[in-house]
């Protein structure tokens, strides 16, 4: 018998690259063969598992990279025999190049943050073309994707963000695969914080300081209901930004009510203020009155597409005191009180929210006249908090509770001088001092001193009318705060 080397070929041959999953190889010979194993191949950049027998001529093995790179099979000659002990020639080389990197994944394009409901779109890039990537692949939460478009290695997403929550954004390994049949990598986590909560409870903090300030200038002198200084009358004042109207009933006798109406516009926002006083009081002796009173308000709001609203009350007790023999007077108040209130930070939405507020008093004057000169001494202490329940919005976020307080305290001089029988002339220069604070430190807190000076001149017509001027500059000695303004107006009292 004539030994001859026994022929063999693979098949088939790598199909272009090899990925990390490996390839399959089947090794045919040309006759049965005996002791053929795993350990008979040369490999270069391989590991070998899954060594099979289909028959005595037939076998099966996978292959797999160690690393990206060439790869290649052989079996050496000589390596093995056919069943009459003749060796093998060697067998043809296998070659390819290994891909074993799983591709990567990174989603941008997000805004940062979103204000209520949003639409956006989101890109997802793959280091290098996949396939099998669809919109279910991606992980979100906080919205949904409402649309989804792309091929190879770049997508884009369009996401429908509810409002209510954090946008939430991943894709998962292993969801698309590159074209050796790598699956990708996980991506990162991407998140778009969700302001909304935030950005209403700032709006509503403003409204409420706002609120506070319009609370403290609105409130009555009551040390006029023993100094008789004052006379039932209306009033108005306008021009293209700005507006007043006031009326008052008096201070003669011990029913009274007061009604201020304020509106402004700017570039920015537009404002309305209506405040009104009902109160009545007895007098227990020549120098002392106590009495009640019910303050009522309406104050809206509006810049931009947001808009505040709110309607509130307070409700106390007064009371005004005067130094026997002497022009020194003393008054005082303690209120407390609700109010109801909308807001619509977007102005795609509605929702309410409640505060309750308390409003405290005092204050010291007094008056004395040198013949047509008449000085007006003061010192008055205020101070109101407003604080806000939490609640959730009708997206589903929490707004806070927080609270607003404002302290004033202001001393300074009035003069008033007789011009002529129907003709005053005043003015007057006082320091203030105040604080504002919000315990959620959603504005900045603030604490500062300044002066202000008021200047006025008016003029009877008869014993029932009176046009008056009269302006001031507020904000002396403070950097970053300054405040003027001019009015004319005419009152009649009846």
Same mark, same amino acid.
């Given at each position: 018998?004539?030994?001859r080397?026994?022929?063999?070929?693979?098949?088939?041959?790598?199909?272009?690259?090899?990925?990390?999953?490996?390839q399959?190889?089947?090794?045919?010979?040309?006759?049965?063969?005996?002791?053929?194993?795993?350990?008979?191949?040369?490999?270069?950049?391989?590991?070998?598992?899954?060594?099979?027998?289909?028959?005595?001529?037939?076998?099966?093995?996978?292959?797999?990279?160690?690393a990206?790179g060439?790869v290649?099979?052989?079996?050496?000659?000589?390596?093995?025999?056919?069943?009459?002990?003749?060796?093998?020639?060697?067998?043809?080389?296998?070659?390819?190049?290994?891909?074993?990197?799983?591709?990567?994944?990174?989603?941008?394009?997000?805004?940062?943050?979103?204000?209520?409901?949003?639409?956006?779109?989101?890109?997802?890039?793959?280091e290098?073309?996949?396939?099998?990537?669809?919109?279910?692949?991606?992980?979100?939460?906080?919205?949904s !994707?409402?649309?989804?478009?792309?091929?190879?290695?770049?997508?884009?997403?369009?996401?429908?963000?509810?409002?209510?929550?954090?946008v939430?954004?991943?894709?998962?390994?292993?969801?698309?695969?590159d074209?050796?049949?790598?699956?990708?990598?996980?991506?990162?986590?991407v998140?778009?914080?969700?302001?909304?909560?935030?950005?209403?409870?700032?709006?509503?903090?403003?409204?409420?300081?706002?609120?506070?300030?319009?609370?403290?200038?609105?409130?009555?002198?009551?040390?006029?209901?023993?100094r008789?200084?004052?006379?039932?009358?209306?009033?108005?004042?306008?021009?293209?930004?700005?507006?007043?109207?006031?009326?008052?009933?008096?201070?003669?006798?011990?029913?009274?009510?007061?009604?201020?109406?304020?509106?402004?516009?700017?570039?920015?926002?537009d404002?309305?203020?209506?405040?009104?006083?009902?109160?009545?009081?007895?007098?227990?002796?020549?120098?002392?009155?106590?009495?009640?009173?019910?303050?009522?308000?309406?104050?809206?709001?509006?810049?931009?597409?947001?808009?505040?609203?709110?309607?509130?009350?307070?409700?106390?007790?007064?009371?005004?005191?005067k130094?026997?023999?002497?022009?020194?007077?003393?008054?005082?108040?303690?209120?407390?009180?609700?109010?109801?209130?909308?807001?619509?930070?977007?102005?795609?939405?509605?929702d309410?929210?409640?505060?309750?507020?308390?409003?405290?008093?005092?204050?010291?004057?007094?008056?004395?006249?040198l013949?047509?000169?008449?000085? !007006?001494?003061?010192?008055?202490?205020a101070?109101?908090?407003?604080?806000?329940?939490?609640?959730?919005?009708?997206?589903?976020?929490?707004?806070?509770?927080?609270?607003?307080?404002?302290?004033?305290?202001?001393?300074g001089?009035?003069?008033?001088?007789?011009?002529s029988?129907?003709?005053?002339?005043?003015?007057?220069?006082?320091?203030?001092?105040?604080?504002?604070?919000?315990?959620?430190?959603v !504005?900045?807190?603030?604490?500062?001193?300044?002066?202000?000076?008021?200047?006025?001149?008016?003029?009877?017509?008869?014993?029932?009318?009176?046009?008056?001027?009269?302006?001031?500059?507020?904000?002396?000695?403070?950097?970053?705060?300054?405040?003027?303004?001019?009015?004319?107006?005419?009152?009649?009292?009846?």
């Amino acid at each position: 018998m004539i030994n001859r080397s026994r022929q063999l070929w693979f098949f088939p041959a790598f199909s272009g690259n090899i990925g990390a999953s490996g390839q399959v190889v089947t090794a045919t010979f040309s006759d049965d063969v005996q002791n053929f194993v795993a350990a008979d191949l040369t490999l270069t950049n391989l590991t070998v598992s899954d060594f099979a027998t289909v028959d005595a001529a037939t076998y099966t093995f996978l292959v797999t990279p160690v690393a990206d790179g060439a790869v290649s099979v052989l079996i050496p000659a000589a390596s093995l025999t056919d069943l009459n002990d003749t060796d093998n020639e060697a067998s043809n080389t296998l070659t390819a190049t290994a891909d074993v990197t799983s591709p990567g994944v990174v989603t941008s394009g997000l805004p940062a943050n979103i204000s209520g409901p949003a639409t956006f779109n989101a890109t997802i890039t793959f280091e290098e073309s996949v396939t099998g990537f669809v919109a279910a692949d991606i992980a979100i939460s906080g919205g949904s !994707i409402t649309g989804f478009s792309g091929s190879g290695a770049d997508y884009t997403a369009s996401v429908s963000a509810t409002g209510g929550a954090d946008v939430v954004m991943s894709v998962a390994a292993d969801v698309a695969t590159d074209d050796v049949g790598n699956g990708n990598t996980a991506s990162g986590v991407v998140t778009v914080v969700n302001t909304t909560a935030t950005e209403t409870s700032d709006l509503i903090a403003q409204f409420m300081q706002n609120r506070a300030n319009a609370l403290l200038s609105n409130q009555p002198d009551l040390a006029d209901f023993l100094r008789g200084g004052g006379a039932p009358s209306i009033g108005l004042n306008a021009n293209n930004d700005r507006g007043v109207f006031s009326y008052s009933s008096g201070t003669d006798g011990p029913l009274w009510f007061r009604l201020n109406a304020n509106w402004a516009t700017t570039a920015t926002a537009d404002s309305t203020n209506i405040h009104g006083i009902i109160g009545g009081h007895s007098t227990l002796s020549p120098n002392f009155l106590l009495g009640g009173m019910v303050q009522i308000d309406i104050v809206e709001e509006t810049s931009g597409a947001a808009t505040v609203s709110g309607q509130g009350w307070l409700v106390g007790p007064y009371f005004v005191a005067k130094l026997p023999n002497q022009p020194l007077y003393f008054e005082g108040s303690l209120l407390y009180g609700q109010t109801s209130n909308e807001v619509s930070p977007f102005g795609t939405y509605t929702d309410r929210f409640a505060t309750e507020r308390w409003l405290a008093t005092l204050g010291v004057s007094g008056e004395i006249v040198l013949d047509k000169l008449t000085l !007006i001494p003061f010192l008055d202490a205020a101070y109101t908090v407003d604080s806000q329940a939490e609640y959730s919005d009708v997206l589903g976020n929490t707004v806070a509770a927080q609270s607003i307080s404002l302290g004033q305290i202001s001393a300074g001089l009035d003069v008033e001088f007789a011009l002529s029988e129907n003709t005053d002339i005043s003015a007057g220069i006082s320091g203030i001092w105040s604080k504002s604070t919000s315990d959620a430190g959603v !504005i900045p807190d603030f604490e500062g001193g300044r002066a202000r000076v008021d200047f006025g001149l008016s003029h009877k017509f008869g014993a029932n009318s009176q046009l008056a001027f009269s302006g001031y500059y507020d904000g002396i000695g403070l950097a970053d705060y300054s405040g003027y303004g001019v009015e004319v107006a005419y009152s009649v009292s009846f």
